[in-house]
């Protein structure tokens, strides 16, 4: 007897200024090619301005547009595995939104600590519990948007002052019961003229 085939549920949404990175594109088609309309029910690009606020709340407007349940947010200089919605949706809960490990593009690991600083050391593989993390690639359930948190879903801070729009977002769904966890397992690399990974905890950071 076969196992039933998940019903496509999720939308892949990434805004941009008017093209996007060769290595994003590469990465994208191959998860696609992989998933054969199992998981991907959409993919929807928005054309946006590089005031990014506008561009994440358009990315959530296009998905809630859509019956899917779940969004997975990238952003488009992003270079990620072919089985990135698989490893992610092994965490995600409606009550839990879950990210891959992205890099600055220096090296540096895009996660913050309940005291507002940068996580340095972790152990890879394992699901990181954080304040915040990037907005480059985040799995989240509609729930979300449409019952947990109000628009303006991306916002600017003043509270938040040396956080960055993406990471305001996840601050504030977590003070409303949402948890938020990066999958150290699940290893992205950051498009700045070649791909920049995270320095991992055994190497110095400068």
């Known amino acids: 007897m076969s ?9 892949v949404t990434f805004s941009h200024p008017d093209t996007w990175d060769a290595t994003f594109g590469r990465s994208l088609l191959a998860m696609v090619h992989r ?3 199992r998981r991907i029910l959409d993919v929807l690009p ?3 301005s590089s ?11 296009l998905f809630l547009s859509t019956p899917a349940k779940w969004m997975l947010m990238l952003d488009a200089d992003m270079e990620f595995p072919p089985d990135l919605l698989d490893r992610l949706r092994r965490h995600a809960t409606p009550t839990r939104i879950v990210g891959g490990l992205c890099a600055t593009a220096t090296g540096l690991p895009v996660m913050f600590g309940d005291d ?8 890879p593989g394992a699901l990181v519990p954080v304040l915040a993390t990037g907005g480059a690639c985040l799995l989240i359930h509609r729930s979300v948007f449409e019952e947990r948190m109000p628009y303006p879903w991306f916002y600017m801070a003043r509270e938040h002052i040396q956080m960055d729009q993406d990471q305001v977002m996840l601050a ?6 949402i948890e938020v966890a990066v999958d150290t ?3 992205l690399g950051h498009v700045k003229k070649r791909p920049v990974y995270p320095i991992s905890p055994s190497s110095p950071v400068h």
Do not use: M
């Not at 196992?3 to 939308?11: M, S």
């Not at 507002?116 to 152990?123: A, F, M, P, S």
């Open 3 to 11: 196992k039933p085939q998940p019903t496509p549920d999720t939308v």
């Open 185 to 187: 397992s699940t290893v």
């Open 116 to 123: 507002g600083q940068r996580i340095e050391q972790w152990t």
């Open 51 to 61: 005031f990014l606020v506008d561009g994440r709340n358009t990315q959530v407007k």
């Open 46 to 48: 928005s054309e946006s």
């Open 35 to 37: 998933d054969k309309g």
């Open 172 to 177: 504030t769904a977590r003070a409303v019961g």
